[in-house]
């Protein structure tokens, strides 16, 4: 058991300690009685705070960051504790203060910087800018604390390792490139191949619909066999209105709804809301109600289309449809850790600075931020995937990269990145 002693035992206090101790099952307690925490004989002891005891206790001197309770501008620095780069906040070293900033994506809350899809960039992050957002930060501080307690108490902490697990995530936008695709929609694609000239797709399209060529976009047996294989596949399907980012086969097509239960017999299937759905929590409740109609069950878990998250209107606006577990946390144009963590974790809603019921699960990679965004080559891009897992399967969580159905089928653009799936599935 360790205790921890405080001048002021905060939600956000509580927060942080869970976050450094829960999952590693480590027994703690907190207190902010002086009498009480002297008293304790057995165990390890740590002071966070700057009141100063008779007897000498290992201390983590605080900033105001955790005893707050509104959004403040802090200076911050980088300084190392422990030998670890960590956040200075108003001129002091906080480890504690460190993990609530940058799990709570505090920065997010008090920037302005959107690109073209209302998203804050990760190119504007503070784990970009200090070069930590391909390292599990969250992770460090936390061990190096847990060392500290150790070296300082003259013991050993038994504690659970946080287990690394590859998770493939595939998000379907566009089912088919041709198939299921009728009237308008079919005439439109057509007029747009003639009037580019496009004997390939004209070609293609006319063999697929004739039973003569798989759709290009027919990757789902391939999908299902690395089920087969024992990976715990998370499958998010985009059922939104047609509209210029969202242009998925129609929902009430018996053929693709049969192809969407036929999957959730075999894994996880979440709601991929549409782009529209940001703009109104009335599309979003919409879009959850469609797959649950076709799945004829509860759906709790959605990844937004183009990862569009504006921290805290996203989260508050799924809480309210009723999800509790979203995968939309990490960036669309860099690699990395948003939340500098790769395990799930409850979200804290800073605006109303307390803990909620949503866990959110980070993702590490996207396919299109390696191929789209960064411009690598398959073998170039294997090589970022092997320096994320590295990185994972030292401090533990759960790897989850980012597919589509349309880029794993070596066509087009895409040719050679089936290889680097199987790759990051090594």
């Known amino acids: 058991m360790i205790t921890i002693f405080s001048d002021i035992i905060s939600k956000r206090l509580k927060y942080v300690l869970g976050i450094i101790f829960e999952d590693r099952e480590i027994q703690y307690e907190i207190v902010n009685d002086t009498t009480i925490f002297e008293s304790r004989e057995e165990g390890l002891k740590l002071v966070y705070s700057d009141y100063l005891f008779d007897n000498k206790y290992p201390t983590i001197s605080p900033c105001d960051l955790l005893s707050e309770e509104k959004l403040n501008e802090h200076h911050l620095q980088v300084k190392k504790w422990q030998g670890e780069e960590t956040l200075s906040l108003d001129g002091k070293v906080d480890p504690f203060a460190s993990i609530f900033y940058v799990i709570t994506c505090y920065d997010e809350y008090l920037s302005e910087n959107i690109d073209e899809h209302d998203r804050y960039p990760g190119s504007h992050s503070i784990l970009f800018k ?137 894994t996880s299937v979440g709601l991929h809301p549409s782009y529209q759905s940001n703009n109104a929590r009335s599309i979003l409740q919409n879009e959850k109600k469609r797959l649950e109609e076709i799945l004829g069950e509860e759906v709790d878990s959605g990844r937004n289309h183009f990862l569009k998250l504006k921290i805290p209107y996203t989260y508050e606006q799924q809480l309210k449809c009723g999800f509790l577990n979203d995968y939309t946390m990490g960036f669309a144009d860099i690699p990395g850790f948003r939340a500098g963590i790769a395990r799930p974790f409850q979200w804290y809603n800073l605006k109303k600075d307390q803990c909620t019921e949503l866990s959110l699960h980070p993702f590490a990679l996207m396919d299109g931020t390696l191929n789209e965004y960064m411009k690598l080559t398959p073998n170039e891009a294997k090589q970022k995937v092997d320096a994320l897992k590295s990185e994972i399967k030292q401090y533990g969580g759960d790897f989850i990269m980012i597919w589509h159905n349309e880029t794993i089928g070596n066509y087009g653009k895409w040719n050679g990145w089936k290889d680097v799936l199987e790759h990051f599935l090594k």
């Open 130 to 266: 200090f070069g930590w957002n391909e390292k599990l930060m969250i992770e460090r501080w936390c061990e190096k604390i847990i060392s500290f307690i150790e070296q300082e108490n003259h013991r050993t902490i038994e504690r659970k390792k946080i287990p690394f697990k590859v998770i493939p995530s595939f998000d379907i936008d566009n089912t088919y490139a041709y198939r299921l695709k009728f009237g308008y929609r079919k005439w439109m694609s057509v007029s747009r191949d003639l009037l580019k000239f496009d004997k390939k797709r004209l070609y293609e399209r006319h063999q697929v619909l004739k039973g003569e060529l798989k759709d290009p976009y027919d990757t789902f047996d391939y999908i299902k066999s690395i089920i087969a294989r024992g990976f715990g596949v998370k499958m998010f399907w985009l059922l939104g209105d047609f509209a210029t980012y969202d242009r998925n086969v129609d929902y009430e097509n018996p053929s693709h709804q049969a192809l969407i239960r036929s999957f959730s017999q075999l």
